[in-house]
């Protein structure tokens, strides 16, 4: 039987990772299982909990949205360890519903006991002077990246030139926001159908550019680039984030980590 550690931010999403925990570990703990959970104070936090679970032999479940999810990957990322994605509030979670993880407590549960361990793919991403961040989603960078409805609207009002580079090849696009997939995370409209062949077991990244801005259809600018390392700089500052935190400005440097978690989906 499974021994388990949920990592938990009490603090994001008011709280709804750790009440969406309660009937999991209710359920866990039904079938026999073994679960503990351990809090956070923040994502570096989160990634000291992670390892330290896992050297212990524990599989580690990231409980609430795709920050965490990514978090949890980085830090287990190339290792023998055991990951599973507990989705926090609905709204919450690209990656876990890309992957189609069940949301109710006892089909997560089953999962979760008798469930395989798959290897997915990590993304690492670095900028000029941040340290490495991780995600298993995607990478925002321009108006996607806001972390407020306000904030999109001003980041959106004018469109960037961004340079992208893919494994050497310079491609230049303009548009509001620029993605590196790792995950098929996309939504709506053309830019969801430029999500239909994204996965996250492929060794690859795909990038696309969109546009649109307030109150205009976001469609793809160009045809979607595909590679495993891949640069985005833009002609004025613009933010990203990787899987929800946010990183101060570009340039980005995203590459792929094939393989490199074991995933229970």
């Not at 519903?97 to 069940?102: K, S, T, W």
């Not at 108006?143 to 340079?163: M, V, Y």
């Not at 390392?229 to 990203?240: C, G, Q």
Request: glycine letters at 14%; charged letters at 20%.
């Amino acid at each position: 039987m499974r021994r388990f550690t949920a990592i938990v931010n009490p603090a994001a999403g008011r709280a709804a990772g750790a009440a969406a925990l309660i009937p999991l570990a209710r359920a866990l703990r039904g079938a026999g299982a073994q679960v503990e959970a351990e809090y956070s104070r923040g994502f570096a936090h989160a990634a000291a909990l992670a390892g330290r679970a896992a050297a212990s032999g524990r599989t580690v479940l990231a409980v609430g949205g795709d920050g965490m999810a990514g978090t949890v990957a980085g830090a287990l990322a190339g290792t023998d360890a055991v990951c599973g994605l507990v989705p926090g509030a609905v709204g919450q979670g690209a990656v876990a519903r890309a992957l189609g993880l069940p949301r109710a407590s006892e089909e997560l549960a089953e999962l979760l006991l008798g469930g395989e361990p798959r290897p997915v793919d990590v993304l690492r991403v670095t900028g000029p002077e941040e340290p490495a961040a991780w995600a298993l989603g995607a990478v925002w960078a321009g108006a996607g990246a806001a972390r407020t409805a306000p904030g999109r609207a001003l980041a959106s009002r004018r469109s960037a030139l961004f340079r992208i580079t893919v494994d050497d090849a310079v491609h230049e696009r303009r548009g509001h926001t620029a993605v590196v997939a790792n995950a098929p995370c996309l939504d709506g409209g053309s830019a969801g159908d430029s999500a239909a062949g994204v996965r996250l077991d492929d060794g690859a990244l795909d990038v696309v550019v969109l546009g649109g801005g307030p109150g205009r259809r976001t469609r793809t600018r160009g045809e979607a680039l595909r590679g495993r390392r891949v640069r985005v700089e833009a002609d004025r500052p613009l933010a990203y984030a990787a899987d929800g935190i946010p990183a101060p400005a570009l340039p980005l440097t995203a590459e792929v980590l094939p393989a490199a978690l074991r995933l229970l989906r």
